[in-house]
């Protein structure tokens, strides 16, 4: 009798000692994947800002150097209404394009800080992690599949 609840609380003991090994090797395993997962992001979300602020720089050069032309340009003045026609236009879709560029800049910087802060790859509306697969097509996606939807609906 002493000897089976000796056996039975050592049995015990096992388990629940495996138990709470195999819990904490698995959530040590989780971190590791979830830092190189966040570093993997990082990385992309790095190079996607670089990029932007690259364009960005391109069109600012753009527009100035459009201005200066149109300021020390001799033309006659129908020659003139037409470039300035043409200029107005490309100064016009520069800008949307230029807004577009911050907003996807700000998009992709709001993300970084959500790396640092932990909480990135979580949906800023239902708080469930967004899918890889949504992340990787869209790194800097701060809703789920799910919640853009219900937003794309409300429009
Ligand atoms: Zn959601």
């Not at 590791?32 to 670089?50: C, G, H, M, P, T």
């Not at 006659?76 to 560029?101: G, K, P, Q, V």
Request: charged share 35%.
């Amino acid at each position: 009798m002493y000897i089976i609840k000796a056996v039975n609380i050592a049995s015990t003991f096992l388990l629940s000692k495996t138990l709470s090994e195999i819990l904490s090797r698995r959530t040590k395993l989780e971190v590791i994947v979830d830092q190189k997962r966040l570093a993997y992001f990082k990385k992309i979300l790095l190079k996607e800002k670089s990029r932007l602020e690259r364009e960005l720089k391109a069109i600012d050069t753009g527009i100035l150097g459009q201005s200066q032309s149109e300021l020390f340009g001799e033309n006659s003045y129908e020659d003139h209404f037409a470039d300035s026609a043409t200029a107005t236009f490309e100064r016009e879709r520069d800008l949307s394009l230029e807004r577009n560029i911050k907003d996807i800049l700000q998009r992709v910087n709001m993300s970084l800080a959500k790396i640092e802060k932990g909480t990135y790859g979580i949906c800023a509306s239902c708080g469930k992690e967004i899918d890889m697969a949504r992340l990787k097509a869209l790194p800097y996606a701060d809703l789920c599949i799910t919640c853009k939807k219900k937003e794309e609906e409300s429009w």
